[in-house]
Antibody
Framework: QVQLVQSGAEVKKPGASVKVSCKAS????????ISWVRQAPGQGLEWMGW????????DYAQNVQGRVTMTTDTSTSTAYMELRSLRSDDSAVYYC???????????????WGKGTTVTVSS | QSALTQPASVSGSPGQSITISCTGT?????????VSWYQQHPGKAPKLMIY???TRPSGVSNRFSGSKSGNTASLTISGLQAEDEADYYC???????????FGGGTKLTVL
């Protein structure tokens, strides 16, 4: 079955970096993009960006632009999201999701990972 | 502040129907048929319930339905069940970004 398996919880100090992985299975990895969405405690869903698994095209949200890098490894069907210069307000659950759409148009996200909790604390 | 506006909370009794609204603009909800809805139970990942305004993915109960009028999309849940108690988020294509936009979420309470 189609699934996305994310890496485990992380605890980081302010200023550090975190890299979350998202391993896809059950479908042709390069046929879809991967979106990254985060959710701070008690808050709503927030876009971080997306990456095309076909050619690595990326589009990042303004709120994390300059601190985030999304990559893929097509040999292992894995997507990665690295966030640098972590702050306390980056503490959140980070989700990867399979993106259905075109380069210019987001349609929906039909398969989600279970989420990775990132805690930023001194 | 979210790009799409949803009520913070709605409630209903078992067996009743409820509707959650999602209001945007002509650059997103009103201009395109790419509205999706997600259900999220506490501590769980979001789950796709409706896409392309009114299409249910395989496996989603037909008690869930979606519609759109002008700049407002709606999610209707009929025959409310206790298991429907969750947060619901709308999302849409937007002309201004390849990322799309989210609503702020609506907490559904089944009384």
């Amino acid at each position: 079955q189609v699934q996305l398996v994310q890496s485990g919880a992380e605890v980081k100090k302010p200023g550090a970096s975190v890299k979350v992985s998202c391993k896809a299975s059950g479908y042709t990895f390069t046929s879809f993009g991967i979106s990254w969405v985060r959710q701070a405690p008690g808050q709503g869903l927030e876009w971080m960006g997306w990456i095309s698994a076909y050619n690595g095209y990326t589009d990042y949200a303004q709120n994390v632009q300059g601190r985030v890098t999304m990559t893929t490894d097509t040999s292992t069907s894995t997507a990665y999201m690295e966030l640098r210069s972590l702050r306390s307000d980056d503490s959140a659950v980070y989700y990867c999701a399979r993106r259905v759409g075109t380069y210019l148009a987001y349609y929906y996200m039909d398969v989600w990972g279970k989420g990775t909790t990132v805690t930023v604390s001194s | 502040q979210s790009a799409l506006t949803q009520p913070a909370s709605v409630s209903g009794s078992p067996g009743q129907s409820i509707t959650i609204s999602c209001t945007g603009t002509s650059s997103d909800v009103g201009g395109y048929n790419y509205v999706s809805w997600y259900q999220q139970h506490p501590g769980k990942a979001p789950k796709l319930m409706i896409y392309d305004v009114s299409t249910r993915p395989s496996g989603v109960s037909n008690r869930f339905s979606g519609s759109k009028s002008g700049n407002t999309a709606s999610l209707t849940i009929s025959g409310l069940q206790a298991e429907d108690e969750a947060d619901y988020y709308c999302s849409s294509y937007t002309l201004s970004s390849t990322l799309g936009v989210f609503g702020g979420g609506t907490k559904l309470t089944v009384l």
